[in-house]
């Protein structure tokens, strides 16, 4: 008769034991891991608000750079035309951190190459900084 157990003689762990404090008991997050979580974070957010502006101007060099070529390709355009048609493009886009004098356009068999390469640092925090490298080019055909 060993089979049949009184139910009144089953311990349950005390409140303050290991046992009752097993992971399934436990929810939610601690102050301390949501400080941790909520500057990691913060600091993502952060240096994607300081990039953002770098990235939207080399849209903009892109886009005269594109544009020129759409404008030029086929057309038998001179060297002079694309320059003028990039400085007249820089002026209205309001291109900063690059002037039109830094593209470079090269003229090889049957076409030009633009090329606009440059580098920008933005500050980070402190003495960290970001430097970002870009590098865009097109080819025009004559």
Do not use: C, W
């Not at 593209?103 to 633009?114: D, N, P, R």
Request: proline fraction near 3%; glycine fraction near 6%; hydrophobic fraction near 40%.
């Amino acid at each position: 008769m060993r089979l049949k157990q009184n139910i009144n003689s089953v311990t349950y762990p005390r409140a303050g034991s290991l046992l009752a404090r097993s992971p399934s008991r436990q929810r939610g997050i601690t102050a301390l891991g949501f400080i941790i979580l909520a500057v990691f974070i913060g600091l993502f957010v952060f240096a994607g608000l300081r990039l953002t502006p770098v990235y939207l101007n080399y849209m903009k060099v892109a886009g005269v750079l594109d544009g020129a070529k759409i404008e030029f390709d086929g057309q038998n355009a001179s060297r002079a035309d694309i320059r003028t048609s990039i400085y007249r493009r820089f002026d209205v886009e309001s291109v900063s951190e690059i002037s039109a004098r830094d593209v470079k356009v090269t003229a090889q068999e049957g076409l030009y190459t633009v090329q606009a390469t440059y580098q920008h640092t933005t500050p980070f925090i402190a003495n960290v900084s970001f430097t970002v490298s870009f590098d865009k080019k097109v080819t025009i055909r004559r």
